[in-house]
């Protein structure tokens, strides 16, 4: 069990805090929503408190921004400066608290950079707009929003509350994959050991008979000496094409064909419109202008492919157009979400249209990866039990023909 600290609101709207035993971080945010908490963050608990001196950043005040922070690392520090907020301590003070709480070098780096320029008289919003790379344009474009509104803590913790549901969505789909491919594994080394093993021992007895062997036994054999190789040169192939595609056609173009893919295509393509739909919804509600959320949602989000399609909805908005005519023209939006966003643009509420999106594409993703992990190993299963049969009916029919010839 590890220890997590965590800021939640009651349902009386009551900011609260405190610590948590669990043995992950969606463990630890599952409980929390199971006692009926919201704005839900957590993070992990330091192992000790603070840290040596030489293996902190300066406390200087530094006049050049870190260098640029991962998705991970920027999620981390939104979370901080969410806990600051609610706590309404002084934001220098604050930043510089949870930069000895961190286990991040690089955030550590960040948070203190920030309190330095604010502790200079640097307002955040200007300590942002010129942090260069510091953080995903997303972030800061939701930073500058939501304090020129007064809700900063409220839009970070929903920021952060969002990439957690993100996560735990690519962890639970993941982990119904890697048992399907792991099953997959399994039965390829089964029947490779029988091929390679127990085949040759059965060979060299019924060679030594000198008898003509039946068509399913030198079939079994066939396979035993090249089509095995033939099948792994094939596979060797297409994984070559794969990889030149990856390589030649960009990360866009391989997205796109990997969503074409029967079946694994639709769960790709619902986690990433998941993504999507909710940063956007995130976004809008703290009154970003929509081409600039579509934008930020764009580079904001992991797959590629439907960021493009966000980039081009952004510059199609901003000339003008409705966003829902724009999207009956890309292929990376689900046609179902259109319905949505047409009721959202009428009813002026297009980030509760985008938040029931991200519910409805989240929770189909979710299904699709149960029905893989429920549909594959059975296959899988009766796919083995057939070459089973196979290759000992191959072995022992011409020992079952020696035997009644006697």
Known sequence: MAEF???????????????????SQDDALAQLRARGLQDVHVTHAPDVPGAPADDRPELGAATQPPAALSPAEASELAGHMAQVAATQLPLAAGLRAAAEETGSRRVAAALLWIADQVEQGRSLEDTLEHSGQLLPAHVTGLILAASRTGQLGEALFELVEQQQ?????????????????????????????????????????????????????????????????????????????????????????????????????????????????????????????????????????????????????????????????????????PPSLIPLVEWGERSKTLSEAFRIGREMYGKRAVMRAALIQAVFPPLVMVGVGCIVLFVLFGLYTPMFNLIVDA
């Not at 009551?14 to 669990?22: L, S, V």
């Not at 999507?276 to 930020?296: N, Q, T």
């Open 165 to 333: 549901i993100a996560r735990s969505l690519h962890y639970d789909t993941r982990g119904g994959l890697a048992y399907v491919a792991i099953m997959l594994l399994l039965a390829a080394a089964v029947l490779t050991f029988i091929c390679y093993y127990v085949a040759d021992v059965i060979r060299q007895m019924l060679l030594d008979f000198d008898r003509q062997l039946p068509m399913v036994t030198q079939a079994l054999f066939w396979w035993r000496d090249y089509g095995i190789l033939a099948a792994g040169g094939v596979a060797l192939v297409l994984a070559s094409l794969a990889v030149a595609y990856r390589v030649v056609a960009g990360r866009v173009r391989w997205e796109r064909l990997l969503s074409s893919l029967p079946l694994f295509g639709t769960l790709w393509q619902s986690i990433a419109v998941a993504d999507w739909a909710g940063l956007v919804s995130v976004l809008l509600r703290h009154e970003i202008p929509l081409p600039d959320a579509l934008r930020m949602a764009g580079h904001g989000i992991g797959s590629q492919h439907v960021g493009s399609v966000s980039l081009h909805l952004a510059d199609g908005v901003a000339r003008g157009r409705q966003l829902s005519q724009l999207m009956f023209s890309q292929t990376a939006i």
């Open 5 to 23: 600290r965590y800021t939640a609101r009651t349902s009386q709207g009551e900011q609260i805090g405190g610590a948590i035993e669990a043995t």
